[in-house]
Every structure is written in structure tokens, then in C-alpha cells.
């Protein structure tokens, strides 16, 4: 499975974002997906998982309320909307995917609990 994230960008404090993942190969409703951020500096953060149906959602504190995550198992996609954007958001956005029925618990909140991962877009809320 290749991950490639795309519409990150500029916006400023109280905007909004809507990113989407699109994966490659046939079994994209074989996988739980998960987003991740990570600013300069820190380590890898959780943001947000969706089950294989889309059926079960997790979201961290930090952006519940704010973010909802979506899939179109259709399309190979998963989505990421952000709403009520802060600069503290600032980070490079990245989704995960993670096989089903392999004993692993949803959600995964840990990066190398998911077996792909992509490329990240850039997400940079000024001021």
C-alpha cells in the first residue's frame, strides 16, 4: 500500500483545511487508517483513526470538536476536515494505514503500530 497526503497549506488562525490520503492497491477497506502530525522538533503525534467501514471513529483531545476524519473506501480515500484552525496545528500531516483482524486494537495511537505510511503535506496556521 503507497499513502501520498495532499492539501495541506497556508491558512490563518480560525480557517479551515480539508486533506485527503489517497491509497494505492485493491484492499483499502482492509485497513483502519490513522492521521498523524508532527511539528519541528517533536515526536510523531495522533490525531485521529477511522475503522476499516468507517463505521468507528477516535479522535485526540486536541483536535476533537475540530477535525473529522472520513473515508471513501470507493475512491481509496480518507479524509481529514479541520475546522477552527490554530497555530498550534502547525505541522507536517501524515496518514497510516493499519491491516485488520490482526489482533491489534483500534485505535492504534502509535506510529509504528500501523504498517504503511506516507508522505506528509504541510499544514502551517499563521496568527
Known amino acids: 500500500v503507497q499513502l501520498q497526503a495532499s492539501g495541506g497549506g497556508l491558512v490563518q488562525a ?3 483545511l480539508r486533506l485527503s490520503c489517497a491509497a494505492s492497491g485493491r484492499t483499502f477497506s482492509s485497513y483502519h487508517m490513522g492521521w498523524f502530525r508532527q511539528a519541528p ?3 510523531p503525534e495522533f490525531i485521529t483513526a477511522i475503522s476499516w467501514s468507517g463505521g468507528a471513529t477516535y479522535y485526540a ?3 476533537k470538536g475540530r477535525f473529522t476524519i472520513s473515508r471513501d473506501n470507493a ?3 480518507v479524509y481529514l476536515q ?3 484552525l490554530k497555530p498550534e496545528d502547525t505541522a507536517v500531516y501524515s496518514c497510516a494505514a493499519q491491516k485488520i483482524n490482526t489482533g491489534r486494537s483500534f485505535p492504534t495511537k502509535v506510529l509504528n503500530g500501523y504498517d504503511y505510511w506516507g508522505q506528509g503535506t504541510q499544514v ?3 496568527s
Open 61 to 63: 483531545d486536541s483536535v
Open 14 to 16: 480560525g480557517g479551515y
Open 75 to 77: 475512491k481509496n480515500t
Open 82 to 84: 479541520m475546522n477552527t
Open 124 to 126: 502551517t496556521v499563521s
Open 41 to 43: 522538533g517533536k515526536e
